[in-house]
């Protein structure tokens, strides 16, 4: 049972433009939130997070948004460079818990120049 | 030091044989975490650390795999007689504690069974 889900296994955007990569939740017990991006032969390194008592957060070009009614999250980059081609990947966690992350399947953008 | 370490970076085995793999948490991280990652998919959790309390062993997926963590720093995950389907890239991470969910992941170790 995959609980936290991304549909889209690859996005292109221009140079210059929004990228957005969204992130689907099933389990309502998750309260935190984290993107992380992944480089080829690389760890994954934490980008953003949110808390579920917030709707956005935001840190220079990246936002993120959390719509909890919906079960749903997005990582908008704004203005897209082609440095931010990697693969995202979503993940979730309980507070309280272990702090174990629940990743998704990631996905690949390619920002081309 | 001034990140996650893991070793060996690459490991390749014969099916059956064990191998056991290496992680240096960031100095001061008391929380450690192994996941791994396998072609395609997304990481899976497989073991947690915290000080001195019970590890969290759930995401182990057979008895195969066993992990230690000595002295509350390096961590040392094994997998005993390996199997083909055990060829993943095995990711650990280090965190300040478990409240703290930034966790910071070393570069993994990709092993491949043959």
Request: net charge neutral; hydrophobic share 30%.
């Amino acid at each position: 049972d995959q609980q936290v889900k991304q549909n889209s296994p690859s996005l292109s955007v221009q140079e210059g433009r929004i990228s957005i990569l969204n992130c689907d939740y099933t389990n309502s017990m998750f309260d935190y939130f984290l993107w992380y991006k992944k480089y080829p032969a690389e760890g994954p390194t934490f980008l953003i997070s949110i808390s579920s008592i917030k709707d956005k957060n935001e840190d220079g070009r990246f936002t993120v948004f959390l719509n909890k009614s919906a079960k749903h999250l997005s990582l908008h980059i704004v203005p897209s460079q082609p440095g931010d081609s990697a693969v995202y990947f979503c993940a979730a966690s309980v507070s309280g818990n272990t702090g174990k992350l629940i990743f998704g399947q990631g996905t690949t953008l390619q920002v081309k120049p | 030091g001034a990140g996650v370490s893991q070793s060996p970076s690459n490991k390749v085995t014969e099916k059956g044989k064990d191998v056991e793999l290496r992680c240096d948490p960031i100095s001061g991280h008391t929380a450690l975490y192994w996941y791994r990652q396998s072609l395609g998919q997304g990481l899976e959790f497989l073991i947690y650390f915290q000080g001195n309390s019970a590890p969290d062993k759930s995401g182990l997926p057979s008895d195969r795999f066993s992990a230690e963590r000595t002295g509350g720093s390096v961590s040392t995950l094994t997998i005993q007689r390996t199997q083909q389907e055990d060829s993943a890239v095995y990711l650990c991470a280090s965190s300040l504690d478990r409240v703290m969910n930034e966790q910071f992941f070393g570069p993994g170790t990709r092993l491949t069974v043959l």
